[in-house]
């Protein structure tokens, strides 16, 4: 089962092609990496699985469900079942950590009792829940990944799209915050698309690679097939 399909989707930006005829599939559960230099249009993938931004041409398919075609947005993005961690993480900066938490649920209409035990659960689950009244400038760059990453996962996304997310941080704290996603992933069972232009982080997060070059899928296989790929 597919959980997001692109076919032959092309993105023009003021008359540059970006993205040409590109096509991938990702399975359910898996974790794939978009890996490729500055430019290649990596953000531009996942703004398109997003429903962010429409292509030029072709079409998307999340859990099958046509979503969008050509140029055409047929499924806006809160209604695709998936959550989002960008590089900039976007924290609401005038709200608690359980407010930012909180705000998709609301948005939502998900009730009160039940916003609380998950708020909670997810609190407990990235390791977030002694900090729950604290503001996000009052964190660290890792506790404010951390609450990014809990804002995602606490509307239980069947697809989670992440662009960069431990970019900003420190090789030590990239390590450990890569272990925690891939424990959350095994736990919750999410499909995760996950952004970098970092090889080795890449390489400890993904069970397949995707390279883009130029706006095409220049490789697609797993991780000791990329390591090969990228030596020669
Ligand atoms: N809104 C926009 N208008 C015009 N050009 C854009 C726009 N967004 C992106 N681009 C261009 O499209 C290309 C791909 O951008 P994209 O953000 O997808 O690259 P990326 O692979 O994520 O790069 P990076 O690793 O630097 O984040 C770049 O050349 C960029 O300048
Ligand atoms: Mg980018």
Redesign the pocket.
């Known amino acids: 089962m597919n959980m997001l399909r692109m076919n032959s989707v092309t993105?023009i930006?003021?008359g540059?092609k970006?993205?040409e005829n590109l096509s991938l599939k990702i399975v359910k559960g898996e974790r794939i990496v978009i890996l490729?230099?500055?430019?290649?249009?990596?953000?531009?993938?996942?703004?398109l699985a997003a429903g962010f931004?429409e292509a030029n041409g072709g079409s998307v398919f999340i859990n099958e469900k046509l979503v969008s075609k050509n140029n055409r947005i047929l499924i806006p993005p809160e209604q695709r079942n998936l959550g989002m961690v960008f590089?900039d993480l976007a924290l609401w900066p005038h709200l608690s950590v359980y407010g930012n938490i909180a705000f998709g649920l609301k948005a939502k209409g998900v009730g009160k009792q039940e916003r609380e035990e998950r708020i909670q659960k997810t609190l407990i689950l990235v390791g977030m829940d002694a900090f729950a009244k604290r503001k996000p400038a009052e964190l660290s760059g890792g506790q404010q990944q951390r609450v990014a990453l809990a804002r995602a996962l606490v509307m239980e996304p069947g697809l989670l799209l992440m662009?960069?997310p431990l970019s900003s941080l420190d090789l030590e704290l990239n390590i450990r915050l890569r272990k925690e996603i891939l424990r959350l992933q095994e736990k919750l069972g999410f499909t995760l698309l996950y952004?970098t232009?970092a090889r080795e982080e890449a390489f400890g997060i993904a069970s397949r690679i995707i390279i883009?070059n130029k706006?095409q899928v220049a490789f697609d296989g797993t991780v000791e097939e990329a390591e090969k790929y990228l030596k020669r």
């Open positions: 993105k930006y003021s540059k970006v993205l490729g230099p500055s430019g290649c249009g990596k953000t531009t993938v996942l703004r931004i590089q662009d960069e952004v232009h883009l706006g």
